[in-house]
Each structure stands twice: as structure tokens, then as C-alpha cells.
């Protein structure tokens, strides 16, 4: 009688290992590419204008892709997830936020749609359609979102600290 | 009130707690480890450092349409900085002074930009790594009389803030030229581009 309600949590607990991995390695990725080039990552930052002052400029551009680098490492191995996936949810609610921002401000200095703006984010990919980013952030969210609720240990080396 | 909730609520509250303070432990972690691995790698970044000396205040919309004037226009005149074009470069670059560094160029892109190709015996400034070009190139600029400045070209502003940081490090501002058009503008003339180190006699022949 148990057996689909079985099946069922079986089910989310792979998810949480696919969602864990999925966000994991893409903060990896995307971090690491970051990390190699500082200097562009910088430059990039400094186009969104979210901060003023060039030593929090230069600590930003200096520590964030570790942070990303750090948090993929411990999503794909599965130490602290939750606290891990509040933390991505922080980073991506900000990436998001900052990313809309600065599309609506080009979409209004070229004249052309929000979706055809396509510029270099400073996400680690080159340069991308605002739309394909904002959607792709989105899912990435929803992931964030279903690791910090998850209760799943499966293939997690220290689920807690 | 329904006391049988009170355990599921503490056990609730305490997950809730427990899991901001992971977050906050991994953020705190993660955050040592980025300043202490931009510490120790080669590419890391000066946390002290101003790299975009005396930007433009004005929003990029109000600079942009300012007269149709390109932003790197407006972003020189705002630094008072001088701007040569292409023609003007290339007069300065087969002046016999350039052979005699009375006249040099300054690269300010990153090394493997250099690499790739720069005009012919210029000098690499990289201004985001001033511990390892601004001593050397510093000396060069007290003995010469006219220092171009150049970068990719286009939107590029890494030459203006080389050049500032130039000025800032004591080269007197009448020296220096900022060339807008920049290493681009100087292939599509089919300019001569040299490959690899400074001097390296490797000339790429343009088409």
C-alpha cells in the first residue's frame, strides 16, 4: 500500500541529488571563468553601477567568483546543502535583479525590445540574450528554492554542519 | 492554541536557525577563501587600487547623447586628456625619435592581447597590474617627449585610464596622447603589428 508514497520520495530525493548538482555545477563553471579572468569580471561589474566606491568595486570583483567557486564544491558534495542553497538563492535573487536592471537601461538607450537586448552579463558566458538569462537565473532560483526545503541526505557527504 | 503544535514549531524554528546559520557560516567561509585566493594568485586584483581614475560622473545615456559625441570622446576631454587618430599615429610611429624612445607607445591591454600583436616596439602598460609594468615603463616616460597611449579602440577605456594613471604617477599631461582608435583602427590600415615580446622582430604581415 506504501509503495507509491515510496516512490514518490524516492523520486524527490533524486531530484535533490539532480537540482544539487545542476546548481552546483554551474556555480562552479561560472565562477571558475570568472576567477581566470578578474580584470574583465571587474570591468563588467563596474558597468552595472551598483556600487561607488572602487575598494568595494575591487572586493567584489576579488571575492565573488571564490564564493561561487566555494558554494559549487559544496553542492556537488553535498556538505552543508541548505544553508549552501540559501546562499546561491541570495547570490541569483541579486544576479537577477541586477541583470533586469541593466537590460531595461540598455533596452531604453537603444530603443529596441527587452528580449532583444543581448549584452555581456558578466555571468561567465560571453554575452546573451537578456530573456535567455532571466529564464535561465529563474530555473536556477527554483532549484535554489527546492534544496533549501528539501530534507534529502542522498549522496551528500555532510548534509549539516 | 493547540499545544501538541509547540514541539513541531521549536523543531521548525530550530531547522530555520540552523540553516541561516550554515548560510552564514558558508558566506563568511567563502568569502575569506576569495579574498585569500586573490591574495595569492598572480591574476589577482589590487584591492587598493583605483583602476578607473576620474570616470565619467555623467549616466552613459547623457554622455552618449551629448552632441553625438563618442563616450571616449567625452570621457578624454572630462579627464583633459589629448587624443591623436590613426594618421596622426602612424606619423609619430616613422618619426626617427621612435627609434631613439623620444616618442613611444604604451599597450594597455593584458598580456595576451600584447602577445597577440601591438604596433612595433611599444612598451605594455597593463594598468590593472601596476606592480609589474609601472616602474619600468614609468622610467621610459621621464626620458620621452610624446607617449601615445592605446588600447583595443572603439568603447575601450583602458588607454584613458592607463593614461591617467600615468599622470597620477607624476608623467607630466602635455606628454600624453591617448590613441582613440586604438590597435583595431591600426590593423584595418594594414599598419605593421609586431607578435610576442617587446622588440621580438616578429612581424605580421597584414593582407
Known amino acids: 500500500m506504501n509503495a507509491p508514497k515510496t516512490s514518490t520520495a524516492s523520486a524527490a530525493e533524486w531530484f535533490s541529488v539532480l537540482a544539487r548538482w545542476l546548481l552546483g555545477g554551474t556555480f562552479l563553471y561560472l565562477g571558475a571563468h570568472k576567477a581566470l579572468h578578474p580584470v574583465d569580471f ?26 561561487e567557486i566555494f558554494c559549487g564544491l559544496l553542492l556537488l558534495a553535498g556538505i552543508a546543502v541548505r544553508g549552501t542553497a540559501l546562499v546561491a538563492f541570495g547570490l541569483l535573487t ?17 530603443s529596441i525590445a527587452f528580449c532583444a537586448v543581448k549584452f555581456d552579463c558578466g555571468c561567465g558566458n560571453g554575452e546573451v540574450f537578456a530573456c535567455h538569462k532571466l529564464t535561465e ?25 | 492554541m493547540n499545544t501538541g503544535d509547540l514541539p513541531a514549531r521549536t523543531s521548525r524554528w530550530r531547522g530555520t536557525r ?35 581614475p576620474n570616470e565619467p560622473k555623467l549616466p552613459v545615456v547623457a554622455i552618449t547623447n551629448a552632441a553625438s559625441e563618442p563616450p571616449v570622446i567625452a570621457g578624454l576631454k572630462q579627464n583633459g586628456l589629448q587624443w591623436v587618430d590613426a594618421a596622426q599615429a602612424r606619423q609619430l610611429f616613422n618619426e626617427p625619435k ?5 616618442f613611444i607607445f604604451l599597450d594597455a591591454r593584458d598580456d595576451s592581447h600584447y602577445q597577440a600583436g601591438h604596433i612595433p616596439g611599444a612598451f605594455q602598460f597593463d594598468h590593472y597590474h601596476p606592480e609589474i609594468y609601472l616602474a619600468g615603463v614609468l622610467s621610459v616616460c621621464q626620458n620621452a617627449e610624446k607617449i601615445v597611449v592605446y588600447c583595443t579602440g572603439g568603447e575601450c577605456e583602458d588607454s584613458q585610464f592607463a593614461a591617467v594613471a600615468l599622470r597620477d604617477a607624476g608623467v607630466p599631461n602635455q606628454k600624453l596622447f591617448v590613441f582613440t582608435g586604438g590597435i583595431t583602427e591600426w590593423n584595418s590600415r594594414h599598419f605593421p603589428v609586431e607578435t610576442g615580446a617587446q622588440n621580438s622582430g616578429q612581424l605580421q604581415t597584414q593582407p
Not at chain 1, 561589474?45 to 565573488?64: G, P
Not at chain 1, 534544496?147 to 557527504?157: A, E, G, W
Open chain 1, 94 to 110: 541579486t544576479f537577477t535583479a541586477a541583470i533586469f536592471h541593466r537590460a531595461l537601461s540598455l533596452a531604453a538607450l537603444k
Open chain 2, 18 to 52: 540552523q540553516v541561516v546559520g550554515e548560510a552564514l557560516l558558508v558566506l563568511l567561509a567563502g568569502s575569506a577563501l576569495g579574498f585569500l585566493a586573490n591574495c595569492l594568485s598572480p591574476r589577482g586584483l589590487g584591492l587598493a587600487h583605483d583602476f578607473f
Open chain 2, 98 to 102: 621612435y627609434l631613439q624612445q623620444q
Open chain 1, 137 to 161: 537565473n529563474s530555473c536556477l532560483l527554483l532549484l535554489a528554492v527546492w534544496l533549501v526545503l528539501s530534507q534529502s541526505h542522498k549522496l551528500c557527504l555532510r548534509p549539516q554542519l
Open chain 1, 42 to 67: 571587474l570591468k563588467l561589474l563596474r558597468e552595472y553601477d551598483l556600487v561607488h566606491h572602487y575598494w568595494y568595486l575591487n572586493a567584489i570583483a576579488a571575492a565573488l567568483p571564490w564564493l
